[in-house]
């Protein structure tokens, strides 16, 4: 069908809706910025609650949409609406017009820097759980491992449920997160004592009160109920937290040899600029505001601009798979509508 | 020179300096003593607990943050009478974890 879809991002969302327009008999067009598909998901070791490979995922997203017109290392320059539709100007000077553009623009990894109290960017053994990630898919990070790892320690809600920090909602996904990679460096130090400090455990989704169980009773991990309120290094490069307890009611701190930040899931900048373009709204969080958050989550109350995935709030793999499908059937009820 | 008062001693719980040794040999015989997640229904319905302070969450909590003593102290305002065991919404023997915690710990003290 001779029907122009501009899908803006190629990580889940975008390919998977690419996928689904392509068996419905669409040839969509998937913009990204970066010189390869599959967005945060392709940074990734391995996922919840299976501890299914990134890669493997990806793959597959990728092989469903080997059909379509895919541009990388390409951004959107403007967007000009014109009468009923859109005139979409790309960086490699194609310039596309289009009925339909559908926003899979994804989310930002919060800066853990900004949390200056945490230490992130100031002391060694300081690392993001993004970092952390990149060691197990590459083995490539001089601060895990070169020392022993007697005790490590995850930090959850960095530049989450934080109003200070600008962001109020829950990023969703860094409880569950942090018990996986939890899980992974029990395994991989089995002699490490392993701390999570948590404000509230969010294990709302399939098997994740099992990955929770799994990790306190046959891993060891302990979790520590209380916010860290601050992070310093002693004199042989270690980390000293201080929290409270707030089970015991008293501060508690101790000594470790890896910090690991579980950065929040933050709208995405670029998301924010291209939606200026058209111009479409944000909400409150500052993520693109659906036309309803329950009935119309994909559609933005602009006529042919639709959206999946976290580019209108923070959400699981499955949660945007789920979504980009649904926002397929969307375009494709759009289209036939016209 | 005394002048009449003090500070008090730091209420800080340093983890580098908890004797893990008692615990781990607990966990094993106990292994899903690591399972409590402090959701406190044992003490609600402890019956001995609003007069004795007795509380098995916090027994939990306090021998793996080294307050053994406070622990032990805790224990002995316990009856057994296992209703513990029948809230615990994680499915823990608490009758069978309070034994082995009083059999490991009061070992130690003879």
Redesign the interface.
């Known amino acids: 069908m001779k029907e122009n879809i501009v899908i803006i991002g190629g990580g889940a969302a975008g390919l998977e809706a690419a996928g689904q327009l392509i068996r419905l008999g669409y040839s969509p067009i998937i913009v990204e910025k970066e010189d390869h598909l599959g967005g945060h998901l392709a940074e990734w070791h391995c996922l919840f609650p299976d501890m299914t490979p990134a890669s493997d995922i990806v793959g597959r997203l990728a092989g469903a949409v080997s059909d379509a017109n895919i541009f990388t290392n390409t951004e959107i320059l403007f967007i000009n609406h014109l009468k009923d539709s859109y005139n979409v100007m790309l960086s490699n000077g194609v310039s596309i017009i289009a009925r339909v553009i559908l926003f899979t623009t994804g989310f930002r990894l919060f800066d853990a820097a900004r949390k200056e109290e945490y230490g992130y960017g100031i002391y060694n053994q300081v690392i993001t759980n993004s970092d952390l990630e990149h060691w197990f898919r590459t083995g490539d990070d001089d601060r895990i491992g070169s020392v022993p790892m007697e005790a490590v320690g995850f930090v959850h809600c960095v530049g989450s449920r934080d109003e200070k920090a600008g962001n109020a909602q829950c990023s969703k996904v860094c409880c569950i997160t942090a018990v996986k990679q939890a899980i992974e460096m029990k395994k991989r130090f089995p002699d490490a004592?392993v701390?999570c400090f948590y404000m509230d455990?969010r294990m709302f989704g399939k098997k994740y009160e099992d990955f929770y169980?799994s990790a306190?009773?046959d891993y060891?991990v302990?979790?520590i109920?209380g916010r860290v309120s601050e992070v310093s290094e002693n004199i042989e490069g270690k980390v000293v937290v201080k929290a409270e307890?707030t089970?015991?009611g008293?501060?508690?701190?101790?000594?470790l040899d890896l910090l690991v930040l579980m950065a929040g899931m933050v709208c995405n900048p670029d998301s924010t600029k291209v939606a200026s373009m058209i111009p479409l709204q944000t909400d409150s969080d500052g993520f693109l505001k659906s036309k309803d958050n329950i009935l119309e989550i994909t559609s933005s109350s602009r006529k042919g601009i639709f959206y999946a995935g976290a580019c209108t709030g923070p959400k699981t793999v499955p949660e945007t798979l789920a979504e980009a499908r649904s926002a397929a059937l969307d375009i494709h009820n759009f289209i036939e509508s016209l | 020179m005394d002048f009449g008062f003090g500070i008090a001693p730091s209420s800080t719980i340093n983890l580098d300096k908890v004797d893990r040794s008692r615990f781990t040999r607990l966990h094993e015989l106990e292994p899903d003593v690591y399972k409590c997640m402090a959701c406190g229904s044992c003490s609600s319905t402890c019956p001995a607990g609003r007069f004795s302070g007795m509380s098995v969450r916090k027994v939990i909590l306090a021998l793996q943050r080294g307050k053994e003593k406070e622990a032990v102290r805790m224990l002995k305002g316990c009856m057994l009478c296992g209703k513990c065991s029948m809230v615990c919404p994680r499915g823990i023997n608490t009758r069978h974890l309070i034994l082995s915690i009083c059999r490991i710990y009061n070992e130690e003290q003879q």
């Open positions: 004592m701390y455990l169980i306190q009773r060891g302990r979790f109920r307890d089970l015991a008293k501060p508690v701190r101790v000594t």
